[in-house]
Every structure is written in structure tokens, then in C-alpha cells.
């Protein structure tokens, strides 16, 4: 009736840890390309559609005012829209400004913005808010059942999320070898092994997975 571990819910647990994992690896790629504040306005309105459509379509959670919740995701759209071709804009006159500052000063050579990267940014911050946007599936699909699929609901004393965590455990225990294998697999292969640096970023990464699991618990 406590925390609960078996084939269905370790197979939950899999999921939910390869859409956080993957999309940590997506953020941090978006970030690099397109830039924290275009990255971060893109999938965080990503993710508000993304987790509506899962909350109305798939759990049928009710809407008490549908036009009111309409018009907030369309505005969440044009807010999307525009934080990406803020960035566009942004590029070009920053691409203006050093075509000018080259003219001034020609012996100072800048090199230009990637093409191609503000395109991947965008892609990538957007494919990491459809699978952020379905973070809380798996433990939703724990907590109330999916026929279709197979899956009974949680029906012990403990609250569904606090009985989900060592299936939650499980899979992220499991999956992220997996993921950083793959992620460092080139460089891995041209003889190259990945500088962990614990001294700088021992503290911040123990505040960031501090901060993840208070905000992610109470999400549940």
C-alpha cells in the first residue's frame, strides 16, 4: 500500500526519466544555440500547450472556461512566436554591428554566429517542450489508470506521487548511463574523455537537483 515498484510502474519510471533526461540534453543544446532567453520563452510556452492538450484530450481534466483558456494559448503562441523572431532580429543587428566595427577596424576578426545554429536552438527548445509538457504523463497514467494500455490505478494509502518515486528512481538510475554514453560516445570515440570539473560545479549541480526535486514533487 506504500511505495511501489513493479513491472508496469518501473516501465513508467523508464519513460519519465528518458523525457527528463533527453530534455535536459535539448535545453542545454537550445540554450548554446538560440540563447537562454529565446530557449526558455520557446519551450516554456511549448510546454503549457503541450501539458493542456495531455490534461484535456488524454485525462479529460475539465475546462471551466473554454473561450478564456483558447485565447491564453493562442497568446502563448504569439508570445512563442515572437521571443523567436526576437532573436532573428537580435542576429542581424548584432551581425550589422560587427560589419561595422570590422570596417573601423579591420585587424579584429569576429567570427560570425553558426548558421543554421538560431534554426537548431529553435528545434531543439521545441521538441524539448512537447516531451516536457508530457513530464507528468507516466505518474499521471500511475495515479489514475490507462486501460487501454494495461495500466490499474494506484489504489494504496500513500500518495500516488510519493509511491511513484522508486519507480521514478529506478528509471533515471537506468537511463541516464544509457543517455550519457550516447551523448558523449564521439568524442569518447576520437580518444577524448569528458572533464567532469567537481570542484566548480559540485555545489551548483547539488543546488540544481535540490531545486528539480522540490519544484518536481510538488508538480506531482
Not at 176 to 189: G, T
Request: proline letters at 6%.
Amino acid at each position: 500500500d506504500g511505495l511501489t515498484l513493479n513491472g508496469g510502474s518501473f516501465a513508467l519510471g523508464l519513460l519519465f526519466a528518458t523525457l527528463w533526461i533527453v530534455g535536459q540534453v535539448l535545453a542545454f543544446s537550445a540554450v548554446q544555440a538560440a540563447g537562454y532567453a529565446v530557449g526558455n520563452a520557446i519551450w516554456i510556452g511549448v510546454t503549457i500547450c503541450t501539458s493542456f492538450a495531455w490534461g484535456v484530450l488524454a485525462f479529460h481534466s475539465p475546462v471551466r472556461d473554454p473561450l478564456g483558456a483558447g485565447v491564453a494559448l493562442a497568446l502563448m503562441v504569439v508570445g512563442v512566436v515572437l521571443a523567436a523572431v526576437s532573436s532573428v532580429i537580435s542576429d542581424r543587428a548584432r551581425n550589422r554591428c560587427s560589419t561595422a566595427r570590422d570596417v573601423a577596424a579591420p585587424l579584429v576578426k569576429e567570427s560570425p554566429p553558426r548558421a543554421g545554429s538560431l534554426v537548431f536552438g529553435i528545434a531543439c527548445a521545441t521538441t524539448f517542450g512537447l516531451g516536457n509538457g508530457a513530464l507528468m504523463v507516466p505518474m499521471t497514467i500511475f495515479q489514475q489508470g490507462w486501460p487501454a494500455l494495461g495500466v490499474a490505478a494506484y489504489d494504496g494509502k500513500s500518495l500516488a506521487p510519493l509511491a511513484f518515486l522508486p519507480s521514478m528512481s529506478m528509471g533515471i538510475l537506468v537511463v541516464q548511463p544509457i543517455v550519457f554514453l550516447l551523448y558523449w560516445a564521439p568524442a569518447l570515440r576520437r580518444g577524448e574523455r569528458p572533464q567532469f570539473h567537481f570542484s566548480k560545479v559540485a555545489l551548483p549541480g547539488i543546488l540544481t537537483g535540490s531545486f528539480w526535486c522540490m519544484g518536481n514533487f510538488c508538480a506531482m
